[in-house]
């Protein structure tokens, strides 16, 4: 996703013309047209139909999701599955409307917030019972000493909604939009910059031209 | 039919999970691209998911959903799925660091071609 | 049992999507050839009566791992297609041919699919004390889920904590954070 459309082209280019010059045997495989194929810029090409198809499914996987999650319960589904819809859903709406807008709207605290929150609740859940004597994640503590009505049912939803799904979701999110940012961040100022200058720390120990 | 035909065809699912089990080792061990590795270590996986699918299956059964427990009907057995469950996302993780790490090595020596790679170390 | 008409085309299918995978030189059409496997593969767990696993597999399989595999090779270069599949890497197919050989030798030894006798689904100490006591226990009706969070759930923490991890080292590897960087 870079901004200027024209600049990963140039720099598959260069790419190219510089694996020509080091290494000989690779020349039949790097082609300058090659990676042309994914679009200007690499990934993002804007598409009328994906825009509004993405548009008019997204919502209604959302909301699969978020079902999923909170009927694991009675129903096939769980934390895992319904936190895995939720983040190919955002996944999606990235790839529709571009990485960058995607990555500006979500905010950074929010993805990792999720993340570490999901592991700080599934703990705090498995480790409340040790309070009163129980042990690590017996859920029927929640009923049986906390008085909670169907404690321990709802103890162990609120691991799958409030522990794994989060988790699950914000992981699969912040994967993708951290490859994706390898992408403009050290891959395209090492190749934009050409051989030669690479940025410092990115080439500790890296090879001499 | 033979009786190992027989045999085979009644186990078709594992014969499958052999099979693929193969097909990914092969992708493995013989492509040159790091990233069809990283694809044939990810078909290798879901043969093994499958080989636990399969185990857990038992026929005219119903999905491990129990309603109130008892004996009103027979069910698949829930604990190698719940084991596939948590590996396949575990295998997500474990595939995007593998895909992480090649973007690293992409951007140190710019290629992901084993051999050119192996020559571009040896040169260092 | 022997397989009926939708095992027979979903076998075909599976098989040929993962031939397909290995044999394609372009490393785009081997992704896309994987999803359509993944997708595949959800389809059998589902016919397996693995719900659960289907719409993980869906989801993350067919899914997020074909994102993340071409975000990959955006990134990089792809080989040429000067030739549309791969060549043969002998000695590779031998030792490969000779595992699948000792693998199939052991398929003959284990229960047939689906049947009632086999130890994983009809021993009574195990999977029938959780088909039977999991609403009793837990309170939940999926039994896997029921398995997944309340009889295993130290272990489900531990895998848990172990895709948090791989977030981690995802950022560390590549040295950057999620959203902020610019």
Redesign the interface.
Known sequence: MTEDPTEGTEA?GE??S??AN??P??T????PT??D??GPG??YVESQVIMTTVRVVAPFTFTYGLF?TFH??????????GG??V??TI?MIA?AFGIEPT?DW???RT??GL??G??LA??LI?LLPLLVGGR??E?AVYSDEFGLY?G??YA??G??IV??AP??S???I??????????V???AA?QSSGPGSYPE???D???EE | MTPLVDVLTSRYAYVLFALLLGIGLYMIVSSQNLVKKVIGLNLFQTALFLFFIASAYLAGGQAPIVHHGGKEATYVSPLPQVIVLTAIVVGIAVTAVALALLVRIYAEYGTLEEDVLREVRSDD | MSPGAIELVLFAFVLLTALATAAFRDVLAAIIVFAAYSLGMAIYYAVLLAPDVAMTEAAIGAGVTTLLLLLTIAKTVRPGRDEIFESIHWSGLLVVGAFTTVILVTVTSFPEIGASDAPIVSNPEVSQYYIEEAYHDTGVENAVTAVLAGYRGFDTFGEAVVVFAAGVATMVVLHTEVFTRD
Request: charged fraction near 15%; avoid cysteine; proline fraction near 1%.
């Open positions: 598959n790419t190219s510089r694996e080091d290494e045997s690779s039949d495989s790097q082609l090659e990676t194929a994914m690499g990934t999923l694991g319960g009675g129903s096939p589904g769980g934390g895992f599955q895995a819809v983040g190919t996944l790839f990555r979500l905010s950074n993805v990792v993340a570490s999901g592991v599934f703990a498995g690590f994640l859920h169907h321990k049912k162990l939803e691991v799958e522990g794994i988790i699950v914000a992981i699969v912040g994967l993708f939009f951290t490859i994706a940012a390898g992408f961040g050290q891959g090492w720390h990115d080439l120990g890296g090879d």
